[in-house]
């Protein structure tokens, strides 16, 4: 079975300041990950999505992810932060074949003037 | 329209009562997905349809959640006397053939009071 684990529920960072979102997961098969963006009162927005092609993944609005097969780790980063930056940011797993989507618990990102 | 609508956006209901959320997909999507987002938590998998089949039904809570989509477009699911831990939000995502990303709806925020 499929699973991610989000290492942090909060992470407060000053704008300007690398943001640096872990995630580890868990799958009994070369995974598809995604990172998924949630702005209050809006729709999940997907950032970026890896599915073994580069283990670096760009994204949209400066993040990116690196896929790491021995750690099993799947972290979100940005050189620097922006105020709108400032969101719950979710890691996923794809699971099945229709691809069914397992969400982790999620992270809210604040940045700070 | 350009994206997955739900409606009604907001829901209260009393303890007991049943309701209905819609899901209008994008045009020509046949996958569809139902999510419920509790407070503070990542989106949990309710139900998947391709088309008008109903493929996976694994994470339906109870059996007072049903959820339908008859001609393979709209989707509607529907809580039976709904109680105060279905409050939440429902979330429907679309997606078409092939390796394309799920788009999701804004949501369906129901309060059970």
């Known amino acids: 079975a499929q699973s991610v684990t989000q290492l942090d529920s909060h992470v407060s960072v000053s704008e300007g300041t690398p943001v640096l979102l872990r995630c580890n997961y868990s799958?009994?098969?070369?995974?598809?990950l995604f990172w998924y963006v949630q702005h209050p009162n809006k729709g999940l927005q997907l950032l970026l999505k890896?599915?073994?092609?580069?283990?670096l993944v760009k994204g949209i609005n400066g993040f990116e992810a690196e896929f790491k097969k021995s750690e099993t780790s799947f972290h979100l980063t940005k050189p620097s932060a922006h105020m709108s930056d400032a969101a719950e940011y979710f890691c996923?797993?794809?699971?099945?074949?229709?691809?069914?989507?397992?969400f982790g618990a999620g992270t809210r990102l604040a940045v700070h003037p | 329209g350009a994206g997955v609508s739900q409606s009604p956006r907001y829901k209260v209901a009393k303890r007991g009562q049943d309701v209905a959320l819609r899901c209008d997909p994008i045009s020509g999507h046949v996958s569809l997905f139902w999510y419920q987002q509790a407070l503070g938590q990542g989106p949990e998998f309710l139900t998947y349809?391709?088309?008008?089949?109903?493929?996976?039904k694994s994470g339906l809570p109870s059996d007072r959640f049903f959820a339908e989509r008859p001609e393979g477009s709209v989707s509607t699911l529907k809580i039976q006397r709904t109680q105060q831990e279905d409050s939440a939000v429902y979330l429907c995502a679309t997606l078409s053939r092939g390796d394309s990303p799920l788009h999701f709806g804004n949501g369906t925020r129901l309060t059970v009071t």
């Open positions: 349809f391709q088309n008008e089949a109903q493929l996976d």
């Open positions: 890896y599915t073994s092609a580069a283990t």
């Open positions: 799958s009994s098969y070369s995974p598809s």
């Open positions: 996923v797993v794809s699971g099945g074949g229709y691809n069914k989507l397992i």
